[in-house]
């Protein structure tokens, strides 16, 4: 079972920028989609970004698009999430999730990590 590290979070003031990485580990079975999810206090978990295996086409969504790349190195096993621009409302924490096929719902995923806390001060 593969297994994901992500780190790069904390606390930044509006219109700045972070990088997340997601560090991937263990065994797993050909190359996997990897997606980027949110979840605020009290709010369910929402999808951020997604990348195909072959890191030639992403997805994002609206309240991301333009602002946020999702990126991956094979070769590092690792996965990225530049943010610019941050909002208070980005503020949350961030999970990276493995896959098989691309989805924009928590449950099309099936490996997750611990997660990383992202704070956007006004």
């Known amino acids: 079972q593969a297994q994901l590290v992500e780190s790069g979070g904390g606390l930044v003031q509006a219109g700045g920028s972070l990088k997340l990485s997601c560090a991937r580990s263990?065994?797993?079975?050909?190359?996997?989609?990897m997606g980027w999810f949110r979840q605020a206090p009290g709010k369910e978990r929402e999808f951020v970004a997604a990348?195909?295996?072959?890191?030639?086409?992403?997805y994002y969504s609206d309240s991301v698009k333009g602002r946020f790349t999702i990126s991956r190195d094979n070769g590092k096993n690792t996965v990225y999430l530049q943010m610019n621009n941050l909002k208070p409302q980005d503020t949350a924490d961030y999970y990276c999730?493995?896959?098989?096929?691309?989805?924009?719902?928590?449950?099309?995923?099936?490996?997750w990590g611990q997660g990383t806390q992202v704070t956007v001060s006004s």
């Open positions: 263990g065994r797993t079975v050909g190359s996997s989609v």
């Open positions: 990348i195909s295996s072959n890191g030639q086409t992403t």
């Open positions: 999730a493995g896959g098989w096929r691309v989805g924009f719902e928590a449950n099309e995923y099936n490996y």
